[in-house]
């Protein structure tokens, strides 16, 4: 049987550990804090990230990398690299497939290409699209997407469950471009709400958002057909829709003058800065992006962003 690993205690990988092994499949769950595990074995129950949810028995938990054929890395994406230097020998070897969803800030590179670039020669992909932790968790049906460049098929096939419905590509870039950037836009979204702009000028963002991206992606080698997929549009969507997003509730903060709340998961802040300084760079037009970047430096303020995108003239669609 293919052994399942799901490295990371926060709330995706327990929701995900969850809903692989509630059907009774084997599946061990790694976290680095060792009282987040004790709490956790005891109770049987998630432990912060979640709310209370039942662990179902064959899920184990693991102080230690596990040795496992399929890894998924629930890690976010800023940490992405300095958890897999720190555990590169335990994971050679096995199938890794990160979760995270952002822009590494130092080197521009997405969640999968941070993989090549640590363990060089690793088979590597992603899984994304719209699916809240809280969704999964509780067993609500989510679709996502397994991108990985050659290989999917086997793993889509050991990770699929009737509720977790994984489809599946061969377009890495696009995946991790899009699952990365649609953050970006969520907390544009969220801004434009808090600041009180409508839901007119929400759709409007998430429509020039969601060009933004492709633009962004298929300059990087994306198909503009998986933007348009789960990975792109699909979770753009929900993302600007929830406020249980932590990217559109931080925007919804920024926008009512307000700070964002500490020690939360915001990937679209750090994505932001590393979208735009690489955009900037190769001339691609992103003003979103460049805006939101702008806002989490503390370099504009938000009426001053909100003022500066309405003064672009109104181009060709
Ligand atoms: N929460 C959600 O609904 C979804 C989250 N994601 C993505 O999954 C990734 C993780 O998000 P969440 O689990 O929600 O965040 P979280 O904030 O709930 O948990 C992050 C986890 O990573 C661990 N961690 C941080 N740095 C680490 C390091 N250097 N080494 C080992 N572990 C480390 C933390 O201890 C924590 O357990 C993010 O990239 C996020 O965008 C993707 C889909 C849905
Ligand atoms: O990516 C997500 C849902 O698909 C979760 O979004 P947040 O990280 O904004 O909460």
Redesign the pocket.
């Given at each position: 049987m293919t052994r399942i690993s799901v490295?990371?205690?926060?709330?995706?990988?327990?929701?995900l550990a969850i809903a692989l092994s509630r059907d009774g499949t084997p599946v061990t769950l790694w976290?680095?804090?060792g009282d987040?595990l004790a709490a956790m074995a005891e109770s049987r129950k998630t432990g912060r990230?979640?709310p209370d949810i039942e662990l179902p028995d064959s899920l184990t938990l693991s102080a230690e990398i596990p040795d496992a054929d399929i890894a998924l890395i629930?890690?976010?994406?800023q940490?992405?690299r300095?958890?897999l230097e720190?555990h590169a020998s335990a994971l050679t070897g096995q199938t890794l497939i990160t979760?995270?969803?952002?822009i590494e800030r130092s080197s521009g590179l997405g969640?999968v290409d941070v993989v090549r670039d640590v363990l060089p020669g690793a088979r590597a992909g992603c899984l994304?699209?719209p699916?809240?932790?809280?969704?999964?968790a509780r067993g609500l049906p989510t679709a996502l997407v397994l991108a990985m460049s050659d290989g999917a098929k086997p793993v889509q096939e050991v990770l699929n469950r009737p509720l977790l419905r994984i489809y599946r590509s061969d377009d890495t870039a696009g995946a991790q471009l899009g699952?990365a950037s649609k953050?970006v836009i969520a907390i544009a979204a969220g801004i434009a709400i808090g600041a009180g702009l409508g839901d007119s000028a929400r759709a409007s963002v998430i429509a020039r958002g969601f060009a933004e991206m492709v633009r962004y992606a298929t300059a990087r080698g994306a198909l503009p057909e998986t933007l348009q997929g789960l990975a792109g549009l699909g979770?753009l969507v929900l993302t600007c829709t929830s406020e249980?997003?932590?990217n559109f509730a931080a925007g919804l903060a920024l926008g009512r003058g307000e700070g964002v709340p500490e020690g939360?998961?915001v990937?679209g802040l750090a994505t932001a800065i590393a979208l735009a300084e690489e955009t900037a760079r190769e001339d691609i037009d992103m003003p979103l992006a460049q805006t939101v970047a702008l806002v989490a430096e503390g370099r504009l303020t938000i009426d001053r962003a909100i003022e500066a995108l309405l003064a672009r003239p109104p181009g060709k669609e």
């Open positions: 490295l990371g205690t926060g709330a995706f990988g327990t929701a976290g680095r804090d987040d990230a979640l629930a890690v976010p994406a940490a992405a300095g958890f720190g979760c995270a969803k952002g969640p994304t699209g699916s809240f932790a809280t969704d999964i699952g953050n979770d249980k997003s932590r939360v998961t990937e």
